[in-house]
Structures are given as C-alpha cells and as structure tokens.
C-alpha cells in the first residue's frame, strides 16, 4: 500500500509549533471497532429504531428506560474495546507540544483510556451519569444489560446518560473552550470526523480564521477537505503514528 506523503511544511509545523488543536470524531476510533455513524453507509438502527431517535431527549421523556437499555447496550460494546495507534499518537503528542488542545465529539473514551488528559468531551461520555434534580455527574463503572433506571446517590433523583442527545445543547463552556483552544492554534488536526455536526464542524473553520495550518485525516473526503491546507486521505491509525 502507498505511503502516505506528509509535507516539508506539516513537518515544520510539527516541529515547532506550540499551539496545536486535536478535534477527533468517530473515525478515530473506527479501528478499535467503534461503529462511525456515518461513514461506510449505513447507520446504526436499534430495534428498528435509527440511532437518531433512539438518541434523542424526545425518547428520554418518552421513554427513559429505553434509551438507558440502549445506552447499556452500548457500554457493553464498548467495555471489549481498547484504544488504538491513533489515541496512542495523540495521547503522547501532550509531552511533545506546549499547549496541545484534545476536542473529541466521541462519547467512547478511549482517549482518556490512552492516556490522554484534559479531554474537551462536546458530546459528553458514555462512562457518566447526570441526575435530572440536582445535576450531579455521576461515573458508571459497572456493566448493566437491563434497563433499570438508575437513581442519584446524592438526591435519589432518576439519572440520565451524561450524553448530548439529538435535539439538546452541548454542555455548556465545552464549546467556548474549545472556540478559544481554535483561535490561538497554530496547527490545527482533523482526524475521522465528517464534518457535518455543528457546531462541532465549525472548529477547524475558526482555526483557520486565525491563520492555523489545516490537516484532514479521513480516508474518505469530507466538506470540509477543500478548505484544508492538508489532507491525509488514509485511516488514523496509520497516519498519526507517522507525525
Ligand atoms: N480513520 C480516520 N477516519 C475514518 C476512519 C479511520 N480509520 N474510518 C472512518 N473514518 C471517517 C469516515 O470517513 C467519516 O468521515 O470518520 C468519519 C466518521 O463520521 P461520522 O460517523 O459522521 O462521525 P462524526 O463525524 O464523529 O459524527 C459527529 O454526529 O451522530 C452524531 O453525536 C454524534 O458525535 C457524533 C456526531
């Protein structure tokens, strides 16, 4: 298979540069056997519902135990994975760079299995519960197939999936954090997202508002890939280890 060709400027960049930004989607982790939701064509569906509906605050007041049945599900998926050669990369690339800015809009965790810290998580994680009543968060370390619903340990309120479902904001300050991560960013890295949610897919354009280097790594092409300055067209999981 061909090599893939990083140039003489990334290679610069990647050398000197101080301010980078990371924004990962569900490609990143498309090699340890996360399901993407788009790419590769078809989209996930659970008893006979498409993933957007059963992933929706509508279906969290129509039907809580449903969504946390899915959610389990889920978890239960998730628990046999481990991250790849691409959470690796990005997870050492924190010693290599002064300020190295990690923005995932996976729920998985697998950057932080890798190692990597500080995780501006857009769409929340999937390990996490949050109380309707008092808004405590809550970690989820246990495996559950059923689809009780679980209760708050601090109020005794029903708990939610600490997930930005269809039709709800993201958590608040994630995203301004990130925005903020963008506009100081001299490289910017865009790896296994399609570049079609927002606002999560308007990152990479208030980086290069700023006059940061763009880099697309996705096999496919995206929307995004004609307002890149560079684009890696191979999986993560071999092109992160190379930078
Ligand atoms: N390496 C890099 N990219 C990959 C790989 C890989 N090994 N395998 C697939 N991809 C690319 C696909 O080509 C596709 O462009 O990853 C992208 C995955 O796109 P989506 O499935 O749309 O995932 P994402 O962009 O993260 O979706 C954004 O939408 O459904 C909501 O909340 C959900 O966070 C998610 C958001």
Redesign the pocket.
């Known amino acids: 298979m061909e090599q893939t060709v990083i140039s003489a400027r990334l290679r610069d960049l990647l050398a000197r540069a101080r301010n980078v930004l990371v924004l990962?989607?569900?490609?990143?982790s498309?090699?340890s056997g996360v399901p993407?939701?788009?790419?590769?064509g078809q989209?996930a569906v659970w008893k006979g519902m498409p993933?957007?509906v059963i992933?929706s605050a509508r279906m969290l007041e129509r039907d809580l135990s449903a969504v946390w049945e899915w959610f389990n599900y889920r978890r239960g998926l998730l628990a046999t994975l481990n991250p790849n050669p691409?959470h690796h990369a990005i997870s050492q690339w924190q010693q290599r760079f002064a300020n190295l800015s990690l923005v995932t809009?996976?729920?998985d965790g697998l950057h932080q299995a890798a190692g990597s810290r500080n995780v501006i998580e857009?769409?929340g994680n999937i390990w996490r519960a949050r109380c309707f009543e008092c808004n405590s968060r809550q970690e989820l370390p246990e495996l559950r197939a059923d689809c009780d619903v679980p209760v708050c340990t601090d109020c005794g309120g029903h708990l939610r999936p600490d997930?930005?479902l269809?039709g709800e904001m993201l958590p608040p300050g994630a995203f301004e954090l990130a925005a903020h991560e963008a506009e100081q960013c001299e490289l910017c890295l865009v790896?296994?997202?399609?570049?079609?949610?927002y606002p999560?897919?308007s990152l990479p354009e208030i980086a290069r508002a700023a006059g940061a280097y763009i880099v697309e790594?996705?096999?496919?092409p995206?929307p995004l890939s004609a307002a890149c300055d560079e684009v890696l067209s191979?999986?993560?999981?071999?092109?992160l280890p190379l930078l």
């Open positions: 990962t989607g569900a490609g990143v498309a090699e993407t939701f788009r790419g590769g989209s993933f957007d992933s691409a809009q996976n729920i857009l769409h997930v930005v269809f790896v296994g997202t399609s570049a079609v949610v999560a897919a790594v996705n096999p496919e995206t191979d999986k993560a999981g071999e092109v």
